[in-house]
């Protein structure tokens, strides 16, 4: 069974829409999906995403937080269609998932517009707990995060709609130099230049999250002002 991401009757999430107001919060007549995900949830959600049920470059849990994110504080509402394809194809958004059934294609679904909104929660209400979900590799000998994977999910969701996300770039480059220097190819170059010390790649982790709150809370502020 293939579930695509457009807002048709075939979509498990047909009618669903992004809430008004200054958050970006996904509505759904289910309660469940402004729960936060247990951790039994989001393994679940990690082992489908990789698993042979998508293609080879559907979005990992840690680029699937980024990329929400990115959706969750950029200048524009995006319908939750929009987004799905992205996640099962990051590179092209035309390869679809293989379903085994509706029940199933319902659940994973639930699970991301739930994490979308467990997101979109943990930076309206509880700012101080946003953190990133990252992996961890061994550097110089020490342990150091992943910021690939999240960077990359964030300039996606920026790619997306990247006219609309131009004017704060411009404005606040210093918000997006670290998400741009791990999340695209040119950043991949100016960091085969750079010596950073284990020190500053973990210092990195608080600047990002710190960026997402600012970039967050500057969308927000626009969306009042335009109110």
């Given at each position: 069974?293939?579930?695509?991401?457009?807002?048709?009757?075939?979509?498990?999430?047909?009618?669903?829409?992004?809430?008004h107001g200054t958050t970006m919060k996904f509505d759904h007549s289910d309660p469940e999906l402004n729960d936060p995900l247990t951790d039994e949830e989001l393994e679940f959600l990690e082992r489908f995403l990789s698993g042979n049920a998508v293609c080879d470059d559907a979005?990992?849990?840690?680029?699937?937080?980024?990329f929400?994110?990115?959706v969750?504080?950029?200048?524009?509402?995006?319908?939750?269609?929009?987004?799905?394809?992205?996640?099962?194809?990051?590179?092209?958004?035309?390869?679809?998932?293989?379903?085994?059934?509706?029940?199933?294609?319902?659940?994973?679904?639930g699970l991301i517009f739930q994490y979308?909104?467990?997101?979109?929660?943990?930076l309206n209400q509880?700012?101080?707990?946003?953190e990133l979900p990252l992996?961890?590799?061994?550097?110089?000998?020490?342990?150091?995060?992943?910021?690939?994977?999240?960077?990359?999910?964030?300039?996606?969701?920026?790619?997306?709609?990247?006219?609309a996300w131009e004017p704060p770039i411009e404005r606040h480059p210093w918000w997006f130099n670290i998400i741009l220097l791990f999340g695209t190819a040119s950043g991949y170059q100016e960091l085969a230049r750079r010596d950073y010390t284990v020190e500053q790649r973990r210092s990195f982790v608080l600047q990002l999250a710190a960026?997402?709150?600012n970039i967050h809370r500057h969308g927000c502020e626009e969306r009042r002002r335009l109110m």
């Open positions: 069974l293939n579930v695509g991401g457009n807002d048709s009757p075939g979509d498990p999430h047909h009618g669903c829409r992004i809430s979005m990992d849990a840690v680029m699937l937080h980024g929400l994110t990115a969750i504080t950029g200048p524009d509402a995006i319908p939750p269609g929009a987004i799905l394809p992205w996640i099962w194809d990051a590179r092209h958004a035309t390869r679809q998932p293989r379903f085994l059934s509706a029940g199933r294609a319902r659940k994973v679904t979308w909104n467990d997101i979109n929660d943990t509880c700012p101080d707990l946003f992996h961890t590799s061994v550097y110089e000998g020490e342990e150091v995060p992943v910021l690939d994977e999240w960077c990359e999910g964030y300039c996606k969701g920026i790619d997306i709609d990247r006219e960026s997402a709150l």
